[in-house]
């Protein structure tokens, strides 16, 4: 039996490349497309983190809003994903996401995603080991180039 086509495609993205064709087939069934213009607000500090995002094309800026204007740390382009908050207590965003130019990609409703994880917790570790990895990769970026660190590469 061969891989139906559709999980090529999601798996493609770089974050899910080491899913399992039953995890992915699980995670596949809540998502959703995202689409946000140039300077578009993704997400903001100290908001409820209510979605986890898959970038497919384009770039997010990471940071935070400062009296001067938005201060980036961080890049993050296709194959990165945006959103650790879904995971962590209290949920809310720790910095501020915003499109640099058009952004596409697939989203995630943070409660059902916490809830997919609750019942099916191969899809759990899998999403958390990924996850754990893409941050630890962000951290490197920022201390290798704090100005201008962007991911991935």
């Not at 499109?99 to 999403?127: I, K, Q």
């Not at 996850?131 to 290798?144: C, N």
Request: proline share 6%; aromatic share 10%; with cysteine.
């Amino acid at each position: 039996m061969s891989r139906p086509a559709i999980l090529d495609a999601f798996a493609s993205h770089a974050f899910l490349q080491r899913l399992d064709d039953r995890c992915l087939m699980d995670l596949a069934s809540g998502a959703r497309p995202f689409a946000a213009d140039a300077a578009a607000s993704i997400a903001r500090k100290g908001q409820p983190a209510t979605a986890f995002y898959l970038i497919q094309s384009g770039t997010v800026s990471v940071g935070v809003e400062e009296d001067d204007g938005f201060n980036r740390f961080l890049t993050i382009g296709p194959g990165g994903v945006i959103g650790w908050s879904w995971v962590v207590p209290p949920h809310r965003w720790q910095f501020s996401c915003k499109a640099d130019g058009p952004v596409s990609g697939l989203m995630f409703d943070a409660t059902w995603l916490r809830d997919r994880c609750e019942r099916n917790h191969e899809l759990g570790y899998h999403l958390l080991r990924e996850l754990m990895a893409s941050v630890t990769q962000q951290l490197t970026a920022i201390r290798e180039h704090p100005i201008r660190a962007t991911l991935p590469a």
